[in-house]
């Protein structure tokens, strides 16, 4: 399957203020700040909240170091929560940059970061004025990837942005490992002394004067580069435009897998503006990027939820006053459940106003649904509206009565059409088996499945899961539930394993053959309220004496949620009527499932582990 061969390792989400404790030119191209302080080890945020003490165990940690905008008085970052960062919101301020880790030793509590030195730059700028005493707020790392396994030689190359990494990487390589390493840097009295490991070449390429970003050296100098035999890793980071044909190359001339390829863009070449205030760093209001530019302009939900509230009638419901949901709900004829999440979400993207009576109105950008034009082009009823949206009419229709109508559109239901669908089930198997990684370990670790010598594990990504699992616990038997379609795509996407059965079934019928725990993966919110307690009874129905079903997903914070978490919500409603709940509402289904809590926990990046047992 397409996982990386670099084995990854996946931390809570923290920030801390450090201070500057040295700083030094490496060459004079590059110079090299170190930072520390208490704050590196565990301690308690001035919010209460717990900060894990700082990691970086790979080679590329990558972390965000916070940047005094020129227009404010104090950098802008953000706080601490349980587990994971509390962005500001819609704080024009918000300067930060990303760097790796260029070395870490936790015995004198020192990192270095190491920063390019060129013209209009935040960052650089801000290396080249820094002096000891200073304080910088980070963010991260919340990763680390360490060398690549199962690889008989390691491609590397980058531009000088990716040096720090490179040059860490060369000091810790592990012995006996093979490996070929390009190196750009604008001339050559930027070359730095770094180690050449046994069984490893390192180029070094200069621009000679030419603007980085421009040339073709990395490229150039990989292809020409004599090709080892056996099975390859290539890890090359740079300006993300000469990365392209790079990534191609390996893949399509070089035939490398997914999992054999890892090329970051770590800048883009783009005009810089400098600021008016200060003619050292860039303006931010100016920096918009391509890229940037193309997901501002790529964002669908706002667009469909807008026009959805055109079609309602929504403008026309408030009748110039404040209004309730259950008013609002009647005057456009839609399901009040509905309405309310998209009420929500409308505000969130600031277009309507909630009121402390529990009424909402428009605000002053949402009273553009009153433009009787706007609504007509906006409408998903008129040509215009249908012809651009008419692959989301679920969600339309799934706000006005409860539920999407997919088959309508797709002549089947929206999970319907994707069991049908070989390469669909498969792609999604894949896909869900990616972005696992980042959880299946902290989930595996948990104490909470302590004791358990046979458990049943369904919902996203389950197959990942249980791989996970059987890892950690060595006395563990698994067996995974999902739908014969799903098995088999799994099958080809996941290794035999000993410890590991597929068992073709449904969550929603009792198992004939008893488990000691369930781990019911991101399922809940797929479900509606009905729907979710009925599975939840199913499920303690197949529990040994004493077993315990584990529930593992996204819970929403009513103090932290924002515009994504409730376009997450609303895309559940439309797709299946179910739900991104609350604390408070999880704890409600297990009520009345007849099942308890009897202990929670807290996986990074802001997932919930959920342990139930029967209630008494």
């Known amino acids: ?217 990395l490229y150039d100098a990989i292809t020409g580069a004599e090709w080892w035999p056996g099975t390859a890793f290539a890890w090359v980071a740079g300006e993300t435009h000469t990365l392209t044909p790079i990534r191609r190359w390996l893949r399509n001339e070089r035939g490398l897998g997914k999992e054999q390829v890892e090329v970051t863009g770590y800048w883009r070449r783009h005009e810089v503006v400098a600021s008016a205030n200060d003619s050292a760093v860039p303006d931010e209001a100016a920096r918009e990027s391509a890229q940037e530019k193309f997901l501002h302009l790529s964002e669908i939900m706002p667009a469909v939820t807008i026009r959805i509230a055109a079609t309602i009638g929504l403008a026309g419901a408030f009748n110039s006053a404040p209004r309730t949901v259950a008013e609002l709900a009647a005057a456009t004829e839609t399901d009040p459940v509905g309405l309310g999440k998209m009420l929500r979400y409308l505000e969130s993207i600031e277009l309507t106003e909630l009121h402390d009576d529990g009424r909402y109105s428009l605000t002053q950008a949402g009273k553009e649904l009153e433009n009787e034009f706007i609504g007509e082009i906006l409408s998903l009823d008129g040509p215009e509206g249908h012809r651009e949206l008419h692959g989301l009419l679920a969600l339309s229709a799934a706000i006005r009565t409860g539920k999407g109508d997919h088959a309508a559109w797709f002549g089947a239901g929206f999970e319907e059409s994707v069991q049908s669908d070989p390469t669909a089930i498969l792609k999604r198997v894949e896909h869900e088996a990616e972005g696992a990684v980042y959880v299946t370990g902290s989930v595996a670790a948990s104490p909470l499945f302590e004791g358990l010598t046979s458990l049943r594990v369904a919902g996203r990504a389950a197959g990942a899961f249980a791989e996970r699992m059987v890892a950690v616990h060595p006395e563990l038997r698994v067996s995974v539930l999902a739908a014969p379609s799903e098995l088999a795509a799994m099958s080809t996407v996941h290794p035999d394993h000993e410890r590991i059965v597929f068992e073709p079934g449904s969550m929603l019928e009792a198992r004939p053959e008893p488990t000691d725990g369930y781990l019911i993966c991101a399922r809940v919110e797929t479900l509606s309220d009905a729907d979710a307690v009925f599975m939840l009874r199913q499920a303690a129905a197949s529990l040994t004496e004493g077993g315990r079903i584990i529930i593992f997903g996204s819970v929403l914070d009513p103090d932290q949620a924002h515009d994504h978490d409730f376009e997450e919500d609303l895309l559940l409603f439309s797709l299946s009527g179910g739900s991104a709940r609350f604390h408070e509402e999880y704890l409600r289904l297990f009520s009345k499932a007849g099942l308890e809590l009897s202990a929670q926990d807290t996986v990074g990046w802001g997932r919930t582990i959920y342990a139930l047992t029967a209630r008494a």
């Open 1 to 217: 399957m397409a996982r990386s061969l670099r084995p990854i390792d996946v931390f809570p989400l923290t920030t801390r203020t450090l201070s500057v404790l040295r700083v030094v030119d490496v060459t004079p191209g590059m110079r090299r700040v170190t930072l520390g302080g208490p704050a590196l080890a565990a301690h308690t945020a001035e919010n209460g909240y717990h900060v894990a003490a700082f990691r970086s165990d790979g080679v590329d940690d990558e972390f965000k170091i916070l940047l005094k905008h020129p227009d404010a008085e104090v950098a802008v970052g953000p706080t601490q929560a349980d587990g994971l960062l509390v962005w500001p919101r819609h704080d024009e301020h918000l300067v930060m940059r990303t760097y790796s880790v260029r070395r870490w030793n936790p015995e004198t509590g020192e990192i270095d970061i190491d920063f390019v030195l060129h013209g209009v730059g935040a960052a650089s700028t801000w290396a080249r004025r820094t002096q000891p005493g200073d304080l910088m707020q980070i963010a991260g790392p919340k990763a680390s990837s360490g060398h690549p396994v199962s690889a008989d030689w390691t491609l590397i190359a980058g531009d000088e942005t990716a040096l720090p990494a490179i040059g860490r990487w060369l000091e810790e390589w592990p012995e006996g490992a093979r490996g070929q390493v390009f190196i750009e840097v604008a001339e050559q009295s930027h070359r730095q002394q770094l180690p050449t490991p046994p069984g490893v070449e390192v180029t070094w390429l200069s621009r000679d004067g030419a603007e980085p970003g421009t040339t073709t050296l």
